[in-house]
């Protein structure tokens, strides 16, 4: 490629990322030490010396090593069977395993609470009286809802991982003697441990900060929640900004952790694997039993969302001491679209989403032209700071575009011009930010997508083009984007997928209902007394069904790559 | 219309590595010149430089009278055959071949003309709506060819072409290339290791090592004047013998080496003089047993291990007389 050409791709990429990405994080970190005009350590130490917000810091902290772990205990036995056996119904199944994720965990907790409640589907199953599991239980419920949306990240790295490894290492291992558990504790386990740390920290940086499960789930005392409510002092209160400055320090440690000590690389294989699979197929009654597992997990995975399903369903009210819905309507949809804000929150996470991904597209194919076509210095660099979203959590960032707005909107040319007022203030149409929230948070995938497609796609295909006489541009239109076309695809749906269900952006930035993408408005719904949460339901019905089939096309399409898109 | 293409002095390095070290060379019209050297020692960079992936730190390309060195690939004009084909495998054999007409807007029925003509020249024109992933090795490399001749291009560049095919396809493709090129009179640089290849098709070739050329020349050339043990060693089977000059009178050397006293008529009697050591090598083909010692030069006598050569010959346990009739002088050692 044109070295002039791609060193202004190189530096405009790299502009435009660092401002929109750190800008916001450089202004929670200033919120938080610059305090009228002087540097203080004052409220961080405030924040650990405050109970409540340390006691908040301390609940997140156990709800993520929670969800880790249960996400760990989870995932890392299917991923083994899913290696090990050639079973019936496998093709299904690793798919099947994957639906979760598409599923917004706190649209969930909307159906979780109509089982688990005093008066709902399991205490009239099991015959009880009005127990109250989840006021009791209520860290249990959150990360056990965490959890099953997440085991997938966690299942995906390690069949990555699993799949990496070369059967000869366990050959070898078995030829002197080692088997069985040990043979997996010894030689499996160490090899996939880069991929388990990659996938490990995603989940755990995303249920350290996750704000909507917790919200609805009504767990008030972690730090996300704490933030959350925090919102109206943005402009007065500094401790907001110290306490999301700590979510973002201990992210970023953590992440540092994982990228020195595992350097990001899987180790690496010195051979091509001269076995090509290890895999063994079962049948029968056996088959049966490793199949068993898998339906277990997905079946509970999907108790949360079948409960949203039949809250939907249930004519409000009817779903009372009884183990489903006494009486079913459909009037619930029916009043979900005739709500005027239902409507116009899709239409806004729509055009949200869709902007994003443009965005995204044009960014992820620029940073990869650069990262895998070209030999700048520094290319490296760009490559690993458009994958720091992945670190940074959405919370954190949604705070600091929040704050960008507050700061920017209360100088005199944004007050006196109705243009700069739509643009930069939240409270006046929060569109721009929403978009760049939501792009920059899922650049990664784009981005991953766009570098594995150019790195399957042979550079000669490029230099045949331009050797007969295409230029850079006829090149990129006529050759590679072509050839790239079923990652961009993947990388794009999938972007927009999560932004549909994006949360803490929507929740902070979005202040007038009529730019209230779908996740606020479900949330918004769920508070109202009497109907709320069965049209909240409704629209998550709506929302799941639409983020299924975007989910399932990226699938089909990128097939088992799907996996390296979450390898942080 | 074929060019010539010039380089003059041109010097890649990669970092501090230098591949391509003030090559000088030109090209004639119409010629088939190959670039011949084991791996990693710059014939591929070169060509990539003719090409324009890579922009020589120094030196100058020129292509007819257009100083191409600087020039973007797009803006040059070469057609390129990639040793992995690097056939487009969104589009189909008709559609690969006809992207560079496209490209300089030929008109429709032109080139759906020339398109069918390109295909016709190698024989590959029932196969124009098969994606290139339908097709064997043979058959995807005839249409890179196609693609890169369909153009017309001032010069063709032919990146290993034959390395991906098995020996049997090899031998027939490097006569059906030098005949296309012979046939469209095109100036042809074609960058290979195998010197089989280049010994039978090339009008000359450059032999490269370590970036530099160590000797340029006709097949014919190259292979009875090697100028260096290396160039005896890489082209053609040789067997050396190590000795000293006795006398240099003309274009002829006497050498005094283990076996016996060697005149040559081989050696760049230019380059050396009497009192140097000095290497000989033997082509395996000049060597013939004799049943009488012959009278003229370049007699030395040899054991023979039975195993070693047909039953028809001796026993054992002779001692025949071999005899040199030609032989090429090698300097160094």
């Known amino acids: 490629m044109n070295r002039a050409l791609s060193k202004t791709i190189f530096l405009t990429t790299s502009l435009v990322f660092v401002f929109l990405f750190l800008a916001p994080l450089g202004i929670v970190i200033k919120g938080g030490f610059w305090v009228n005009g002087e540097f203080t350590f004052r409220y961080l130490i405030g924040v650990f010396q405050n109970p409540i917000y340390s006691e908040g810091l301390l609940n997140s902290l156990m709800l993520a090593v929670g969800t880790t772990t249960l996400v760990t205990i989870i995932a890392i036995p299917l991923a083994w069977l899913t290696n090990k056996y050639e079973f019936p119904g496998k093709k299904w199944i690793s798919g099947l395993i994957l639906v979760p994720m598409i599923l917004p965990p706190f649209v969930g907790a909307i159906g979780f609470q109509q089982i688990l409640g005093p008066y709902g589907g399991l205490n009239a199953l099991l015959g009880l009286g009005p127990v109250d599991w989840l006021g009791k239980l209520q860290y249990w419920g959150v990360i056990t809802l965490q959890a099953l949306a997440l085991y997938p990240i966690m299942y995906l790295n390690a069949s990555a991982a699993l799949a990496n490894i070369d059967p000869a290492m366990e050959e070898a291992a078995a030829n002197l003697g080692c088997k069985g558990f040990a043979k997996f504790r010894r030689i499996t386990l160490p090899l996939m441990m880069p991929g388990l740390f990659a996938g490990g920290t995603i989940v755990f940086i995303w249920s350290f900060t996750e704000l909507g499960t917790p919200l609805i789930m009504n767990y008030t005392k972690c730090a996300a929640v704490q933030v959350f409510d925090a919102l109206k002092e943005i402009g007065t209160n500094p401790f907001p900004y110290a306490l999301v400055f700590v979510m973002l320090a201990s992210s970023a440690i953590l992440y540092s952790i994982g990228k020195f000590v595992f350097g990001n690389k899987s180790y690496a294989m010195q051979s091509k694997a001269a076995t090509v699979s290890t895999s063994s197929a079962v049948g029968g009654w056996r088959g049966i039993l490793v199949l068993l597992p898998f339906v277990l997990v997905i079946l509970v995975a999907v108790t949360p969302h079948l409960g949203v399903i039949a809250t939907s369903l249930a004519k409000p009210g009817s779903w009372y001491q009884s183990v489903l819905p006494a009486q079913l309507t459909l009037n619930n949809y029916a009043e979900a679209l005739g709500n005027e804000i239902t409507i116009s929150s899709i239409r806004n996470s729509l055009v949200y989403s869709t902007l994003a991904v443009a965005f995204n597209a044009i960014m992820g194919i620029s940073i990869a032209f650069v990262v895998v076509r070209s030999d700048i210095r520094g290319r490296g660099l760009l490559d690993g700071l458009s994958m720091l979203p992945l670190a940074v959590p959405g919370l954190v960032m949604a705070f600091g575009y929040l704050a960008i707005s507050a700061t920017v909107s209360n100088m005199d040319w944004v007050k006196n011009s109705s243009f700069w007022q739509t643009l930069l203030d939240v409270r006046t149409n929060p569109t721009l930010f929403l978009v760049i929230a939501y792009s920059v948070r899922r650049l990664p995938y784009m981005v991953r997508s766009a570098v594995a497609g150019l790195q399957q796609t042979s550079v000669t295909l490029e230099e045949a083009a331009a050797n007969l006489g295409a230029g850079f541009l006829t090149t990129l239109r006529r050759i590679t984007v072509p050839l790239i076309t079923a990652n961009l695809i993947a990388g794009g749906l999938l972007a927009f997928a999560f932004s549909m269900l994006e949360v803490s952006d929507g929740l902070m930035l979005a202040q007038r209902s009529d730019f209230y993408p779908i996740t606020k408005t479900i949330y918004e719904l769920f508070q109202l007394i009497g109907l709320g949460q069965y049209i909240a339901s409704a629209l998550g019905v709506w929302a799941m069904a639409f983020l299924g089939v975007t989910i399932i096309s990226a699938s089909l399409i990128l097939g088992k790559k799907l996996g390296a898109i979450f390898r942080a | ?333």
Not at chain 2, 52 to 58: L, Q, T
Request: charged share 25%.
């Open chain 2, 1 to 333: 219309m074929a060019v010539a293409v010039r380089l003059d002095s041109v010097t890649k390095r990669f970092g501090d590595l230098t591949v391509v070290s003030r090559i000088s060379v030109t090209i004639e019209p119409g010629e088939l010149f190959f670039l011949l050297g084991p791996s990693g020692c710059g014939k591929t960079t070169l060509l990539r430089c003719i090409a324009g992936f890579y922009i020589p730190e120094e030196g100058s390309i020129h292509i007819g009278d257009r100083d191409v060195t600087r020039l973007s690939p797009d803006a040059r004009d070469t057609g390129m055959v990639f040793q992995s084909y690097a056939l487009w495998p969104h589009m189909t054999v008709a559609q690969n071949v006809a992207f560079g007409l496209e490209l300089r807007k030929v008109p429709k029925a032109e080139m759906d003309q020339r398109v069918a003509e390109a295909l016709v020249m190698v024989k590959m024109t029932e196969r124009a709506q098969y994606k290139p992933n339908q097709l064997s090795g043979g058959q995807q490399q005839r249409v890179a060819l196609a693609r890169a001749l369909v153009v017309r291009p001032q010069c063709l560049l032919l990146d290993e072409p034959l390395s991906n095919l098995d020996a049997k396809l090899r031998l027939d493709m490097r006569t059906e290339i030098r005949r296309i090129c012979k046939q469209a009179g095109l100036t042809a640089i074609y960058v290979t290791h195998d010197q089989k290849e280049a010994l039978s098709i090339a009008d000359r070739m450059a032999i490269l090592d370590k970036g530099i050329i160590q000797q340029c020349g006709s097949p014919e050339e190259v292979y009875r004047r090697p100028n260096s043990k290396f160039v005896a060693n890489f082209i053609g089977e040789a067997n050396f013998v190590e000795g000293k000059i006795l006398s240099v009178e003309g274009d002829r050397a006497v050498i005094e080496t283990a076996i016996g006293r060697i005149t040559s008529t081989a050696l760049p009697t230019e380059l050396v003089r009497a009192g140097e050591q000095v290497a000989v090598s033997l082509r395996p083909e000049v060597i013939h047993v004799a049943e009488e010692p012959p009278t003229d030069a370049n007699v030395f006598n040899g054991q023979i291990h039975g195993t070693h050569l047909s039953r028809r010959s001796c026993a054992a346990s002779d001692q025949p007389r071999y005899k040199r009739r030609r032989h090429h002088g090698a300097k160094g050692v």
